[in-house]
């Protein structure tokens, strides 16, 4: 299968200066996608990551938590570039803001503290609609949009010690269910996309424990190569599907799809 064709697709990743949405930007700018990422503040981690995709890309410090953050985004966005052809909603917040030792002593959910848990809940479920909402005019006006949502592992969404993170993101692979069928007909597609597994990003706390259940890591460029392909033309009309990273094959893109049975379900 020859390279996706991304070139001069305007593609919105949140959280883009580190992580996963830090080589998902970079992979799609030097594919020859026009490129903005937001970051929670302005921040040397943006600066550095915009100074690698390009003079085209843009970096928007945004709290996408934020109503009127979001819409200034998609609006720079816009203004920048003309128009928005791909959100990918990749922001988020972890564990580590209820506990740093959370891999290996779980918190019981009773025990979390409550802003925390309010915090991790609003940048989860809250940012992507905010986001979403108001990119989703501008891609319904031209015909064209994709949405992808990054999601987790199943394990993750009921692991003990993972509330509020891993029901945040069961929630969002739901809701992402229902943004495709409101946006059928539109030409918008919404998927999901997630690694299959713990990444080596600092949702994780450093040092000898920063492992996943299995003891592995996995590299976040694991991303790219269905971020791209997602992006690209070749994935235009699929839409309500789930993407595992870990299974990508570049020939055969169907056997990353994990779409259980055409249901949510994480049990």
């Given at each position: 299968m020859t390279q996706p064709l991304v070139q001069d697709r305007v593609v919105l990743i949140t959280g883009g200066s580190r992580g996963l949405g830090r080589e998902m930007a970079i992979a799609l700018a030097q594919a020859g996608a026009k490129?903005?990422?937001?970051?929670?503040?302005?921040?040397?981690?943006l600066d550095d990551t915009l100074a690698q995709l390009g003079p085209e890309a843009i970096a928007l410090p945004a709290d996408v938590t934020d109503e009127h953050a979001a819409e200034d985004a998609v609006a720079k966005t816009v203004a920048k570039f003309g128009r928005i052809d791909v959100?990918?909603?990749?922001?988020?917040?972890?564990?580590?803001?209820?506990?740093?030792?959370?891999?290996?002593?779980?918190?019981?959910?009773?025990?979390?503290?409550?802003?925390?848990?309010?915090?991790?809940?609003?940048?989860?479920?809250?940012?992507?609609?905010?986001?979403?909402?108001?990119?989703?005019?501008?891609?319904?006006?031209?015909?064209?949009?994709?949405?992808?949502?990054?999601?987790?592992?199943?394990?993750?969404?009921?692991?003990?010690?993972?509330?509020p993170y891993g029901p945040s993101k069961a929630f969002l692979e739901a809701a992402s269910r229902v943004w495709a069928a409101d946006?059928?007909?539109t030409g918008v597609d919404v998927n999901v996309l997630?690694?299959?597994?713990?990444?080596?990003?600092?949702?994780?706390?450093?040092?000898?424990?920063?492992?996943?259940?299995?003891?592995?890591?996995?590299?976040?460029?694991?991303?790219?190569?269905?971020?791209?392909?997602?992006?690209?033309?070749?994935?235009?009309?699929?839409?309500?599907?789930?993407?595992?990273?870990?299974?990508?094959?570049?020939d055969d893109p169907g056997a990353a799809r994990d779409d259980k049975g055409g249901k949510p379900q994480i049990m």
């Open positions: 490129v903005a990422i937001t970051g929670a503040a302005a921040s040397d981690a959100l990918i909603n990749n922001a988020g917040i972890g564990m580590r803001l209820v506990s740093e030792t959370f891999n290996t002593s779980p918190t019981k959910f009773w025990e979390a503290d409550s802003s925390a848990w309010a915090r991790i809940v609003d940048a989860n479920v809250n940012g992507p609609f905010l986001m979403a909402r108001a990119a989703v005019p501008h891609m319904m006006a031209q015909g064209f949009g994709k949405i992808i949502n990054i999601s987790t592992s199943d394990q993750t969404m009921v692991r003990q010690g993972y509330a946006l059928a007909g997630l690694p299959g597994g713990a990444a080596d990003t600092d949702l994780l706390p450093p040092g000898p424990d920063k492992k996943g259940a299995d003891g592995n890591l996995l590299s976040p460029s694991i991303m790219c190569a269905p971020a791209l392909w997602l992006v690209s033309d070749a994935a235009d009309g699929i839409t309500g599907a789930r993407f595992i990273a870990r299974l990508w094959n570049t």
